[in-house]
């Protein structure tokens, strides 16, 4: 099987997390390497250093690969490069969205990973008169907001 055909197997995993984002509008595919004898290695980087779904997405990327009849997988970690909130696609920025999560902005240094630059966009409303809440929401790379004229709470991805 060529990389082309276990990229396209790969583009149906979804992150255990947030299950409207594959793998892929989360960017952590860093490699497919084809190894001896058929196996096949997948890299990938975890979006947080000890984030708990990156078992369940190893997991769930040997079941796919297997139930497309590749028998040998193995799934590898690579810490560097870090993983970016840039290597998010825009088409999962816009999931992310539609899902009600305020996308991470473009940004760098604390106030940004917090949204804290000017008000994080309301998925709802796409109102910029937010308030931080928390510095943690629903998952450890997620913060609290609310939005004060629609007055929904919302998720918003930190930026990194």
Not at 25 to 35: A, E, K, Q, T
Request: hydrophobic share 35%.
């Amino acid at each position: 099987m060529r990389k082309e055909e276990i990229l396209k197997i790969l583009q149906s995993v979804t992150d255990p997390e947030i299950p409207v984002l594959t793998l892929e509008d989360m960017g952590i595919i860093r490699g497919i390497n084809i190894l001896e004898e058929g196996e096949v290695e997948v890299v990938i980087t975890p979006t947080y250093t000890g984030c708990p779904a990156m078992d369940l997405i190893a997991v769930n990327i040997k079941s796919a690969l297997m139930e497309s009849g590749i028998e040998k997988v193995v799934v590898s970690s690579t810490l560097s490069p870090a993983w970016t909130t840039d290597w998010l696609s825009e088409e999962g920025r816009r999931k992310l969205k539609e899902y009600g999560i305020a996308p991470p902005e473009k940004a760098t240094g604390k106030s940004a990973l917090l949204g804290l630059g000017g008000g994080v966009t309301c998925p709802r409303c796409n109102s910029t008169n937010t308030r931080l809440i928390s510095e943690f929401g629903s998952t450890a790379c997620k913060a609290l907001y609310q939005c004060t004229d629609c007055l929904e709470p919302f998720d918003y991805f930190k930026c990194i």
